[in-house]
Nanobody
Framework: QVQLVESGGGLVQPGGSLRLSCAAS????????MSWYRQAPGKERELVAF????????NYADSVKGRFTISRDNTKNTVYLQMTSLKPEDTAVYYC??????????WGQGTQVTVSS
């Protein structure tokens, strides 16, 4: 079965950095685009970053452009989100996502990122 397991969240000061990881299993990882979403308290879940299956194309929400970088290692079945220059408004639960077979939406359990002094 498809499984996505995020890690790497935590508490960081404004201006700091974190790297999130999402380990995938149960499907042919190298065949699927992957995404990171986030959801802040009281807000809707929003797309943060997207990467195609081979990693040649990426897209970002305007709010994170120039600060976040999505990447993947298809040999490790893992997608990453490098976050720099973090701001308090980046505080959210971050989720890994894959649309399996074009139909089924799978989410990880989420990892909390808190940006605070």
């Amino acid at each position: 079965q498809v499984q996505l397991v995020e890690s790497g969240g935590g508490l960081v000061q404004p201006g700091g950095s974190l790297r999130l990881s999402c380990a995938a299993s149960g499907f042919t990882f190298s065949s699927y685009a992957m995404s990171w979403y986030r959801q802040a308290p009281g807000k809707e879940r929003e797309l943060v970053a997207f990467i195609t299956n081979a990693g040649y194309t990426t897209n970002y929400a305007d709010s994170v452009k120039g600060r976040f970088t999505i990447s993947r290692d298809n040999t490790k079945n893992t997608v990453y989100l490098q976050m720099t220059s973090l701001k308090p408004e980046d505080t959210a639960v971050y989720y890994c996502f894959v649309k399996y077979k074009g139909i089924f939406n799978y989410w990880g359990q989420g990892t909390q990122v808190t940006v605070s002094s």
